[in-house]
Structure formats: C-alpha cells, structure tokens
C-alpha cells in the first residue's frame, strides 16, 4: 500500500532516520515528505545530506527547506558562517564538511537550493517547516522565507479553546483540511510525542536536542520514532544537554 509519510527535524541524526526508516518499514512505494531542519546538531549533517539526494533517486521524496537549511545554503554559497548559526548548531554541520571537496559542497548547495518552501498535496494538507503568517495562505507571503521561521501558526493553536468548533478556526487555519509542521520541539511542552492541535500536527519531537524522531503516515496518524538521539550519538550533546 502506498503511503505519504513526513518525516520531522533530523537536525545531523542520520542514525535516527535510519532507525525510524526501518522500523517504519519504509519501501519504494511510500512518498517521504521532510518537514526541514536536515542539519545543526549531531555529527551527520553532511552525511544526511548524502543520503538523502541518494533516497530520492529511488523513491518520491519532498524535501521542505527549515530555517537551519536557510544558514547551512548560506554558508556553502558564500562562506558565511554568522555567529548564532555556530552556536546553534552551525559548527557541528561545518565540521562534518570537513572532508567534502567543492564538488560535493557544490552538489549539496544544489539539493538546498532545489528544497520547497512549503507543499500542498491533492487532499488540501499543507506540508510547512514553521507556519505562515498571511490569511491567503503560505501561497501569498511576500516573503517565502517566513515559512521556514514562522512560530505564530503554532503558538496560536496550542493557545486555543480544545472543544472550539472548526468552523471558528482563524482564517488561515481554514485554507486547509490539516497541516504538518517542524520547528517548534514538543519538548517545549513536556512530551516527545507528536502533539496535535486544530487542525495542525506537530512533529518536531525533540531530535536535535534530548528527544527523538518522527515518521508519521500523514493519513492514519500511526507513527514510529527513534531512540533518543543521544543514545545514538554517545558523547555527543546535539543542540544541548538534557
């Protein structure tokens, strides 16, 4: 059976995408959307990268670009490398390049450049890394980017009423029959778990940090997760202690 499956912030953790892949029992069939963050963490950063140009040449794959891909594109198209990148996960990713010549930098650049701000599927489900901001929809932003940072989509639905009917959602939340976004950890919220709210699905279960990844069948909801990524990564810290 085919399935759409999206897949949350990988932030390096190549080891937790090929965890969570095989216990998914990911096949060629399956279309995989990446919500984003693919860098900024865990030693693997480049290596993700790697993998992933190599799955999309076998299966249907989306790759949403997050904010963290914005400053990675950055600094392997102009060699700017800010300082709150490198606190924030920035130096992990440059030190994984360390071994890639200009060729595969230049490729990888590519791949970031090619990378969808946002994806809307036949069934009116909304792909994002963070949110939007416009009532017309991610379609009207004046700045594409805002997808990748927005938190506004997100704070407002966990701020809302639980039993209000849909039929009073804001004007944004309406343009869509549901959204899956990235970017803000569940971590915030005390649970490693995926977290819905509205109409929108949270999937950004902590992987950079002490949490783990998510892969979710966008139409069941079931989902398979990761260890946690620092029993992955011994020795490491990803984006910060626990």
Known sequence: MKRTLVIGDIHGGLRALQQV?????????????????????WSESAQVIDFLMKLSSKQPCIFIKGNHDLWCEGWLEMGLAPHHWLLHGGSSTAKSYQRYNIEAKLAHLA????MKYYYIDSQNRLFVHGGFTSVYGPEQEEDETICCWDRTLWETAVSMDKNLSSTLY???????????????????????????????????????????LTLMDATTKEYWQSDILQTLYPGEEGRGKK
Do not use: C
């Open 21 to 41: 892949m095989q216990r998914a029992t990911v096949t060629t069939e399956d279309t995989l959307i990446f919500l984003g963050d693919y860098v900024d963490g």
């Open 170 to 212: 804001p004007k944004r939340f309406k343009r869509f029959k549901e959204i899956f976004i990235g970017h803000t950890p569940t971590l915030n919220y005390n649970t490693d778990l995926p977290m819905h709210r509205a109409n929108i699905w949270n999937i950004d279960t902590g992987a950079a940090f002490h949490g783990k």
């Open 111 to 114: 791949f970031f450049s090619q």
